[in-house]
């Protein structure tokens, strides 16, 4: 009598335990939280998408939970095909797409602004030049007599290609003279007169 007693608190204690056991089951499918992969940088300087990203997790995981005690679905491995399982699946997979968007923004190589070029001296110096002439080409075209910054500059980019005149800014014939000789050795209109051409071969 007394076996069967204890054989009868056996099988109660393990129905309750099995009970238990489903239930718990029933609550928390295995596995279910999202693992956050090791290249999410937690100190992103975009903190208000870091925080969309973990928004999105909790999301996920707590639709995988319902799905799972509510409709006994598990949306990560279906065993049905029926259309409550195929529309619960579909719902995970958009959580689960949002989830990735966020990790791409947040896992994706730091956008890389242009390298700006440093420039010698000499190279900046042209630059500038450039600018200059194309700020109003037709006023800058160089006339007899003319006085400025950039005859100046022409004066000693002329220099640098060999002629031996004065650097003084002022415009006069012999600047006037060697300006005309260097477009005719580089096959350009020969008028003495600075255009597009003509300085674009002076700077190189």
Do not use: C
Not at 99 to 117: D, G
């Amino acid at each position: 009598m007394k076996q069967i007693i204890i054989l009868l608190l056996v099988v109660i204690v393990g129905i309750m335990g099995y009970n238990m056991y489903k239930k718990h089951q029933r609550f928390s499918p295995p596995n279910y939280s999202y693992t956050v992969p090791e290249s999410i940088d937690a100190n992103h300087p975009n903190k208000a998408l870091f925080l969309d990203y973990h928004e999105a997790v909790s999301a996920l995981d707590g639709y995988i939970i319902t799905q799972w005690s509510t409709n006994d679905i598990d949306v990560r491995n279906p065993k049905k095909d029926n259309e409550e399982t195929l529309a619960a699946v579909a719902g995970y997979r958009k959580k689960l797409a949002n989830v990735s968007y966020f990790e791409s923004q947040l896992t994706a190589s730091e956008i890389k602004k242009p390298r700006k070029i440093q420039l010698n001296a000499d190279a900046e110096r042209k630059v500038i030049v450039a600018e200059m002439f194309h700020a109003n080409p037709s006023a800058n075209n160089l006339r007899l007599g003319e006085r400025s910054a950039l005859v100046y500059e022409i004066q000693g980019l002329l220099i640098q290609k060999g002629n031996s005149i004065t650097q003084d800014g002022l415009f006069r014939t012999e600047t006037f003279n060697a300006l005309k000789d260097f477009e005719e050795k580089n096959g350009l209109f020969p008028d003495g007169r600075l255009d597009a051409l003509t300085l674009s071969a002076l700077l190189k």
